[in-house]
């Protein structure tokens, strides 16, 4: 008898691990999914820890083409464990040639280290370099199989849909702040109006519509000789080359700016009136005890007068500039242009003071 309820049992349990499954996947991919959600598999033990990510990968695309846990993971615990749960990109081009060779090539891939060669990242503590830097500069990441990128930080996992990718959410959380306001300014610009209003790519551009994607095209950079075309798809010829030459235009007068301020505080600290001097201060990483301005300048251990220049060039040069290509008015006047002859103002200001404390 007791061998017989055991053989009940087992043919119980065996048609729910079957037919529970078979249920939810449907019968099209019957033969993989009994394997798949075999108690021993990496299905049948995350499932019920993981209830959601194992959902997620139910509804992609890479369910539907038959692509397991292990396809991406690999089956050795221990190294996914080494790997913080992370997948290399070279596993995904293996599938994905096109796209894993256009991110190779584009900014993306340059991020982590590119972070890591700037001075403020050297100076800054170890904490404030994960947190503060990298998670955003991280989709550049190393693996040790040499792939270089986080394709998941634009198509989340385990969903991995293109979809997703497409919608400006999906670049908002890195390109934002007062030195890359993009998604700040598009959602401000009358394209992110009308995109938010309708959800229609068709008529509004969104990020992707500009900074045009796909398989081979995995950079997002608007190539120069291609962005008028893509916006005379809704608008017409003068209307862009107008607007086109105004974004130039305000290009060269932030520069413009920018070299004037450049030009004073070379000339305070030509004549010794920086406080603490440059000779005065820690040294800095790369350039020592010598004034540093632009991409590498530090915003710790300076002066006053420098901080305001720091702030002209990373943040209101970059607002002008980047409101000025996306289109927002706010970005491009009051919260860039209005700023940046302000400190200015103010650098003149304090040169001015400087060099009268001098005479006394
Ligand atoms: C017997 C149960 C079991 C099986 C079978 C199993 N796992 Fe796991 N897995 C775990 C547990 C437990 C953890 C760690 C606990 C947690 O974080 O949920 C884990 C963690 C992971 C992680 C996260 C690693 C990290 O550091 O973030 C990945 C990825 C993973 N497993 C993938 C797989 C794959 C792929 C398979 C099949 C080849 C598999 N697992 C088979 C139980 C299992
Ligand atoms: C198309 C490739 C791919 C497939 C298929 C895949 N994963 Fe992942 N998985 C990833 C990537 C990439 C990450 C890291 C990004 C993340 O955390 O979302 C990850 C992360 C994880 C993690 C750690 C997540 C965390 O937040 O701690 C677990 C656990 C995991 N996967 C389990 C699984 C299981 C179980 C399956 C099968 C049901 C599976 N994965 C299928 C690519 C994949
Ligand atoms: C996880 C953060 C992150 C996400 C998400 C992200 N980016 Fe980026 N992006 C960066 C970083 C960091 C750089 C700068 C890389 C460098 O030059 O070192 C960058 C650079 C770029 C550049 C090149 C800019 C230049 O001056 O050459 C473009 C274009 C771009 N991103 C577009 C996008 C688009 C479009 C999306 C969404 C589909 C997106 N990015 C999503 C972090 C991100
Ligand atoms: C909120 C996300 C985010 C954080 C945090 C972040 N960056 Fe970036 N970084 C970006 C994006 C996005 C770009 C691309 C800007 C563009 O092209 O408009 C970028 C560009 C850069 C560049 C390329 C050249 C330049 O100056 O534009 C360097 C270098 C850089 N970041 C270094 C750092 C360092 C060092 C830190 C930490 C001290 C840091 N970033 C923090 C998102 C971030
Ligand atoms: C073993 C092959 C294989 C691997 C490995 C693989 N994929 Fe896929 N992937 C596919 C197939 C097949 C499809 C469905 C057909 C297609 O869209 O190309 C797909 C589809 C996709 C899509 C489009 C989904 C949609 O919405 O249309 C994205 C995005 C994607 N994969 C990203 C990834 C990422 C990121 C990785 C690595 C973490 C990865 N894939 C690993 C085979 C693979
Ligand atoms: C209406 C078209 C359009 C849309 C929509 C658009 N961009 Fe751009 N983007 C441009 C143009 C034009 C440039 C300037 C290209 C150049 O000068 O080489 C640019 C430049 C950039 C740059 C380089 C730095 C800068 O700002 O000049 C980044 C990064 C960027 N865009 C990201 C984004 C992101 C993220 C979104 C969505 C939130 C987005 N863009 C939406 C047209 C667009
Ligand atoms: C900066 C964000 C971003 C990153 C990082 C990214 N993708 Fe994509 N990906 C997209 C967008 C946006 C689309 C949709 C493009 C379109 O429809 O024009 C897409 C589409 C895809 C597709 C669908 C088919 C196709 O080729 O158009 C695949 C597959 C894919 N990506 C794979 C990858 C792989 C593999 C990586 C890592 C090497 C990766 N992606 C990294 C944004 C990204
Ligand atoms: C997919 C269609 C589409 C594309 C592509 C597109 N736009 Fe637009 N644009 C619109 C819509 C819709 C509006 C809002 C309604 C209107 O003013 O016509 C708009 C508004 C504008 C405005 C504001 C006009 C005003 O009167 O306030 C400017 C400037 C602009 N677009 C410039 C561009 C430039 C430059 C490009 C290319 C870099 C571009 N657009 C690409 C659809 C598009």
């Given at each position: 008898m007791a061998s017989r309820t055991s053989w009940i049992a087992r043919v119980a349990?065996?048609?729910?691990?079957?037919?529970?499954?078979l249920s939810v996947v449907g019968y099209r991919y019957a033969p993989a999914a009994v394997a798949w959600f075999d108690d021993e598999s990496c299905v049948?033990?995350?499932?019920?820890?993981?209830?959601?990510?194992?959902?997620?990968?139910i509804d992609s695309a890479h369910f539907a083409a038959r692509l397991g846990c292990e396809g991406c993971h690999g089956t050795d615990h221990d190294a996914m464990f080494a790997a913080d749960g992370d997948v290399s990109p070279e596993i995904c081009g293996k599938c994905h040639e096109a796209a894993y060779k256009g991110f190779a090539k584009s900014a993306h891939a340059r991020a982590a280290q590119d972070a890591r060669d700037n001075a403020r990242f050297k100076v800054a503590p170890p904490a404030m370099q994960r947190q503060g830097c990298m998670?955003?500069?991280a989709i550049g990441k190393s693996f040790p199989d040499g792939g270089t990128g986080r394709c998941n930080d634009c198509h989340a996992g385990h969903l991995f849909a293109a979809a997703e990718a497409r919608e400006p959410r999906a670049c908002e959380g890195c390109h934002m702040g007062p030195d890359h306001p993009q998604a700040?300014?598009?959602?401000?610009?009358?394209?992110g109006i009308v995109y938010r209003g309708l959800k229609d790519e068709a008529i509004s551009p969104t990020c992707v519509g500009c900074h045009v994607g796909g398989s081979s095209r995995h950079d997002f950079d608007v190539r120069p000789e291609e962005i008028a075309a893509t916006c005379e798809r809704c608008h017409a010829k003068g209307f862009v080359r107008r607007h086109l030459a105004d974004a130039?235009?305000?290009g060269r007068i932030a520069d413009g700016l920018v070299a004037e301020a450049a030009q004073i505080l070379r000339e305070l600290n030509d004549e010794g009136l920086l406080a603490p001097s440059p000779a005065d201060r820690p040294a800095h990483p790369e350039a020592g005890h010598t004034m540093v301005l632009g991409g590498e300048q530090l915003y710790s251990d300076t002066t006053a007068v420098e901080q305001t220049f720091f702030?002209?060039?990373k943040f209101h040069h970059a607002t002008t500039v980047k409101g000025a290509n996306h289109f927002s008015p706010d970005h491009v006047h009051w919260l860039g242009y209005a700023r940046l002859q302000a400190n200015l103002t103010r650098i003149r200001d304090a040169a001015r003071r400087l060099r009268a404390e001098r005479k006394d």
């Open positions: 349990v065996a048609a729910v691990v079957v037919l529970v499954p049948g033990c995350h499932r019920e820890r993981n209830e959601r990510l194992v959902g997620q990968w998670s955003c500069h700040e300014a598009w959602r401000a610009s009358k394209h130039e235009e305000i702030e002209m060039t």
